[in-house]
């Protein structure tokens, strides 16, 4: 599914670029853009957390 329609990025794409990103503008770096109408900006962050959130599980497991 599209979420920047600006920029024609998908939910996968900024899924692979959020990895260990700290901020939306990290993603939009990693994948060689800039926003530009900002409403996306709330998408690309709950993606980020989502990615944050199954890494920390991912990390918590292989501890284990």
């Known amino acids: 599914m599209y979420i920047c329609i600006c920029n024609a ?3 996968r794409d900024l899924a692979a670029a959020s990895g260990d990103a700290r901020s939306v503008a990290d993603v939009f770096r990693r994948c060689g853009r800039r926003p530009q109408c900002g ?3 709330t998408d690309v962050a709950q ?3 989502q990615s944050r ?3 920390s599980g991912v990390q918590k497991v292989a501890a284990e």
Request: proline share 0%; charged share 35%; hydrophobic share 40%.
């Open 9 to 11: 990025l998908r939910d």
């Open 39 to 41: 409403k996306c900006l």
């Open 47 to 49: 993606i980020i957390e």
């Open 53 to 55: 959130s199954l890494n």
